[in-house]
Structure formats: structure tokens, C-alpha cells
């Protein structure tokens, strides 16, 4: 599981730093072995909603949704998967 997080993270952190563009890491985030991250069911599904809105072109709703997965990562980070699990992007958690 630790090896699987840690593989996680460093995707986000990736397409947070734009090294790497979402279009590419999506298929990356496809391939990580989920069953190894029991409790990250929700995790998962909310980053559809990162996914699908990475072409939004307004500066606000992009920090937004970046804030958001700066939480992510720290949440994940720190084994926090609860609350890991409610940052949906949809809103500020």
C-alpha cells in the first residue's frame, strides 16, 4: 500500500508542479492498482471532476481546483484518508 501512495502523490504533485500535463497523467492514474488503496474509493472518483474541468481557462476556478489538490496531497501525505476523500472539487473542502 505505502509504495502505491507514494505513487499517488507523485503523480499529483507532477500535475501540480506542471511537469506533467493531466491529458498524460490521466492513464498513469489508470494503471495505479487502486485495491492496493482501500479507502480511496472517493479519492478516485472526485479526481474525475479534476480530470474534466482541466480545460477551464478561468484563473480563479484553476487556483481553485489547484488549493484543492494541494489538500489532496497533504491529506494523503498524512494517512488522513478521510479527508483525503472529501476533497471532491466541486467545492472548497
Known amino acids: 500500500m505505502k509504495q502505491e501512495l507514494n505513487n499517488l502523490i507523485d503523480l499529483l504533485e507532477l500535475i ?6 493531466c491529458g498524460l497523467a490521466e492513464p498513469a492514474f489508470y494503471k495505479l492498482c487502486w485495491n492496493e488503496l482501500p479507502g480511496l474509493e472517493l479519492v478516485y472518483t472526485n479526481l474525475h471532476h479534476y480530470w474534466n ?4 481557462k478561468d484563473a480563479a476556478y484553476r487556483e481553485f481546483q489547484n488549493a484543492e489538490l494541494r489538500k489532496l496531497i497533504t491529506h494523503l ?15 472548497e473542502s
Open 16 to 21: 501540480l508542479s506542471e511537469k506533467l500535463d
Open 53 to 56: 474541468d482541466r480545460d477551464i
Open 77 to 91: 501525505r498524512n494517512g488522513d484518508f478521510r479527508r483525503a476523500s472529501g476533497v471532491s472539487f466541486l467545492h
